[in-house]
């Protein structure tokens, strides 16, 4: 993935902090703003949090990444990708994207409610395979 291009695509100006974030946020694929702020600090010691917030914030309103908000959790982002739902693990907290026909979904959502779909997000919660193992 060249970050370099994925800036300028946002129109949003390259710098090294910000190639940091989204290097890190894809070898992650989704991470909360404490965690980001102790991955981007190993790079750039004198980052301030009030500087990643304000990259995160430039980001998120380019469209470059998104917001992913858990129920009863504090938020995490993601690199936008395809629509696709969220499988988070009640035990260990992982995430896992999961691809599904989103179209008929929102299509089905539509008929029945009648809405226009502006926005949405989709989070399942359960248990993993590998803690479903650990029982």
């Known amino acids: 993935m060249n970050y370099e291009t994925l800036l300028r695509e946002h129109e949003l100006k390259v710098t090294p902090q910000r190639l940091g974030i989204l290097s890190i946020m894809h070898h992650v694929g989704h991470i909360s703003v404490e965690d980001l702020f102790t991955q981007i600090k190993k790079q750039f ?7 990643l917030y304000k990259n995160i914030n430039a980001m998120l309103e380019s469209d470059l990444i998104s917001e992913v908000k858990i129920p009863h959790k504090k938020s995490i982002y993601e690199i936008t990708k395809e629509a696709h739902i969220h ?9 896992m994207d ?7 979904l929102l299509a089905q ?3 029945r409610s009648h809405h226009t779909i502006e926005n949405y997000s989709v989070v399942f919660t359960g248990v993993c395979e590998a803690c479903q193992k650990r029982v």
């Open 109 to 111: 959502i539509k008929d």
């Open 87 to 95: 499988m988070v693990c009640s035990q260990c907290n992982t995430v």
């Open 98 to 104: 999961m691809e599904v026909d989103m179209q008929t």
């Open 45 to 51: 010691s004198s980052i301030s949090l009030a500087t």
